[in-house]
């Protein structure tokens, strides 16, 4: 099973990125998620996403901004960032589950890929 992210780069506060995470492996008929890591933070939840795309959790911070989706038939989930602030600079995590309810802690996640760095700056 693996999970490749993909996306991440250098973009001004404002701007725009679209992370897009591959599964390979298994198909995930569950949750699957995005987190972010930054440097001597510990790793926080971003967004979720449930199978069927009818249920979705945001951190805070980021709601009105982010919009995760996903593409069952390509087995991909999508994180669209908006609005891009220096304070999301962090390393992008996919993450899958074999939940059906949505988790919002690292422990809830099983499955993770490699991470895709995001910085933004100001």
């Known amino acids: 099973v693996q999970l490749q992210a993909s996306g991440g780069g250098l973009v001004q506060a404002g701007g725009s990125l679209r992370l897009s995470c591959a599964a390979s492996?298994?198909?995930?008929?569950?949750?699957m998620g995005w987190f972010r890591q930054a440097p001597g933070k510990e790793r926080e939840f971003v967004a979720a996403?449930?199978?069927?795309?009818?249920?979705?959790d945001y951190l805070g911070s980021v709601k009105g901004r982010f919009t995760i989706s996903r593409d069952n038939a390509k087995n991909m989930v999508y994180l669209q960032m908006n609005s891009l602030k220096p304070e999301d600079t962090a390393v992008y995590y996919c993450a899958a589950t074999d939940l059906i309810a949505v988790p919002t802690t690292t422990r809830g996640y099983d499955y993770w890929g490699q991470g895709t760095q995001v910085t933004v700056s100001s």
């Open positions: 492996g298994r198909t995930f008929r569950s949750v």
């Open positions: 996403i449930n199978w069927s795309g009818d249920t979705t």
